[in-house]
């Protein structure tokens, strides 16, 4: 069955990094292009950058541009999303998964951004 594992997310300072990286497994990884998306607390889930499935092309929401890269390793079956100059709205739970179909979702990765 298809697994979105979540992982590399904790408490950071403003200013500070984290990598976060999801495992896929249970269907074709290098098919699909793929998403991470956010949700903050009361908030929806929002799209917060997408790749394609060959890893040549990403795209980011504005809040995140030039401060978040997404990756992947199709020999890994892992996407990453390295997070750099993190602000306090950068805090919630991080979740992965492909972008033209919506595979059930995996636990997510918390991500705190606080002094």
């Known amino acids: 069955q298809v697994q979105l594992v979540e992982s590399g997310g904790g408490l950071v300072q403003p200013g500070g990094s984290l990598r976060l990286s999801c495992a896929a497994s249970?269907?074709?990884?290098?098919?699909?292009?793929m998403n991470w998306y956010r949700q903050a607390p009361g908030k929806e889930r929002e799209l917060v950058a997408v790749?394609?499935?060959?890893?040549?092309?990403?795209n980011y929401v504005d809040s995140v541009k030039g401060r978040f890269t997404i990756s992947r390793d199709n020999a890994k079956n892992t996407v990453y999303l390295q997070m750099n100059a993190m602000k306090p709205e950068d805090t919630a739970v991080y979740y992965c998964?492909?972008?033209?179909?919506?595979?059930?979702w995996g636990q997510g990765t918390q991500v705190t951004v606080s002094s």
């Open positions: 998964n492909a972008a033209s179909i919506r595979f059930p």
């Open positions: 249970g269907f074709s990884f290098s098919s699909y292009a």
């Open positions: 790749i394609s499935s060959r890893g040549g092309s990403a």
